[in-house]
């Protein structure tokens, strides 16, 4: 039987190929900003709770979202990164 998550997007991807990761965070990649900017966290733990996804995932997200400049680098012991970009009137402001 699959495994079913609350998103539903597992059944969509091959999780044990490079293709398939890489598409899971293409698809949920909007939906993480969105969830790091209305938590004002950047987590792997919010992004897990918040979108029902597996903390692994979770962590993919977060890099993509460093290399991508929403978030900063890990910072040695601090649970959350530091979040590059802001909202205004609900609406996410990306740095010019």
């Not at 190929?17 to 909007?30: I, L, P």
């Not at 979202?65 to 970009?85: A, F, M, N, Y």
């Amino acid at each position: 039987m699959p495994q079913q998550q609350a998103a539903g997007t597992y059944s969509k991807f091959d999780m044990c190929t490079k293709r398939g990761r890489q598409a899971f965070v293409d698809v949920n990649y909007e939906r993480a900003v969105e969830v790091v900017c209305a938590a004002n966290r950047a987590s792997g733990a919010t992004l897990q709770r918040n979108m029902g996804i597996r903390y692994i995932d979770a962590v993919r997200l977060m890099d993509e979202l460093e290399r991508r400049g929403v978030i900063g680098p890990e910072r040695p012991g601090w649970p959350t990164r530091e979040i590059l970009i802001g909202t205004k009137n609900g609406r996410v402001m990306r740095p010019a």
